[in-house]
């Protein structure tokens, strides 16, 4: 039994209930997975976004990052945020080449792709931003609750996109936060 991944300081961008997921197992056969592009898909509470986060926390440690908290602007090496509070952040800036500040990090994960109140901008934003490190393989972590075939409904790039990455999973099963 390996020893879980010790940080100091808090993680960029982590929501607090998150940060225990430095201690949670990685889904069997993802233990050795180096940094790249992943994309964990799944219905509401299936655990995506805690795997993602030890993912994150993972690959952010081996980046050499261990704290901070800038401001949107002053991306760190890591980044974990919600395509939402991306598009706020986005929006408040409102300056040209917006997605290639996202390209700093090097690890980002972006929560909640295509959920089911994106917005055109979002989608928009995330396809940006997704394409982009995807075209120069830059470590990248996406959770959605669509499947591909839903995604490539609203954008056909982004489902192209995400069909390329590295590794895909998708988790199922019930709501664990309901029982």
């Known amino acids: 039994m390996s020893t879980p991944l010790r940080i100091w300081g808090p993680m960029v961008g982590i929501p607090k209930r998150f940060m225990d997921a ?13 940094p790249s592009l992943v994309r964990l898909g799944g219905p509401n509470g299936t655990g995506k976004t805690t795997f993602a986060t030890r ?6 440690a081996q980046a050499g990052v261990c704290r901070g908290w800038p401001s ?3 991306l760190p090496n890591a980044q974990w945020i919600s395509l939402g509070d991306m598009a706020d952040a986005v929006k408040a800036s409102w300056g040209d080449g ?3 500040d996202w390209m700093i990090p090097k690890v980002l ?14 989608i928009d934003l995330a396809e ?29 790039k982004l489902a192209s996109t995400l069909a390329g990455f590295d590794h895909s999973v998708w988790l ?8």
């Open 22 to 34: 430095q201690g949670y197992k990685l889904l069997p056969g993802c233990e050795d997975w180096e």
């Open 55 to 60: 993912l994150f926390i993972r690959w952010a």
């Open 72 to 74: 949107w602007n002053e």
């Open 98 to 100: 917006f997605e290639y």
């Open 109 to 122: 994960l972006i929560d909640d792709v295509i959920d089911r109140r994106a917005t055109d901008f979002e």
């Open 128 to 156: 940006k931003v997704i394409v982009k490190r995807h075209n120069h393989g830059v470590p990248t972590i996406v959770t959605t609750n669509k499947e591909l075939g839903e995604i490539d409904a609203r954008s056909p």
């Open 172 to 179: 199922d099963g019930a709501d664990m936060r309901t029982k």
